[in-house]
């Protein structure tokens, strides 16, 4: 069977102030990330149905705290707690916040090229 590890992801990206360390696996992307900032993706999601991601994920806070909006609710996960969230979420991550997560390959990708065109476009100057 595959197993990775913080020290083990093959993959290691630095977005600022965000460190995503992972690996994929049978068409799921295993992700240990760490946050030294407040993050939020509201800017990047708008580009996507109803400016929420569409992936789910599921995964298990091992620092901090997050907290994901949906249209009708807000949910917050703290240090040990485990989670699933469906589609349709806008998340919220405190600094010093570390994330063991768990989503389908295919559709974070979706989310991702979503992110790093908002990105390209910020960096550009663009709207």
Same mark, same amino acid.
């Given at each position: 069977?595959?197993?990775?590890?913080?020290?083990?992801?093959?993959?290691?990206?630095?977005?600022?102030?965000?460190?995503?360390?992972?690996?994929?696996?049978?068409?799921?992307?295993?992700?240990?990330?760490?946050?030294?900032?407040?993050?939020?993706?509201?800017?990047?999601?708008?580009?996507?149905?109803?400016?929420?991601?569409?992936?789910? /994920?599921?995964? #298990? %806070?091992? !620092? $901090?705290?997050?907290?994901?909006? +949906?249209?009708?609710? *807000?949910?917050?996960? @703290? &240090?040990?707690?485990?989670?699933?969230?469906?589609?349709? /979420?806008?998340? #919220? %991550?405190? !600094? $010093?916040?570390?994330?063991?997560? +768990?989503?389908?390959? *295919?559709?974070?990708? @979706? &989310?991702?090229?979503?992110?790093?065109?908002?990105?390209?476009?910020?960096?550009?100057?663009?709207?």
């Amino acid at each position: 069977m595959p197993k990775v590890s913080k020290e083990t992801a093959s993959r290691v990206e630095e977005y600022g102030p965000v460190v995503d360390r992972r690996e994929e696996m049978d068409g799921y992307t295993v992700e240990f990330v760490s946050f030294g900032a407040d993050a939020d993706l509201d800017g990047p999601l708008q580009s996507l149905p109803g400016g929420a991601c569409r992936c789910p /994920h599921w995964g #298990y %806070v091992l !620092a $901090g705290r997050t907290r994901f909006a +949906f249209a009708d609710h *807000e949910e917050t996960y @703290e &240090t040990g707690d485990a989670f699933y969230v469906p589609p349709g /979420h806008r998340p #919220y %991550v405190d !600094a $010093g916040t570390e994330l063991l997560q +768990f989503s389908p390959t *295919e559709q974070l990708a @979706e &989310t991702e090229r979503a992110v790093a065109e908002w990105m390209r476009r910020q960096q550009e100057g663009a709207p």
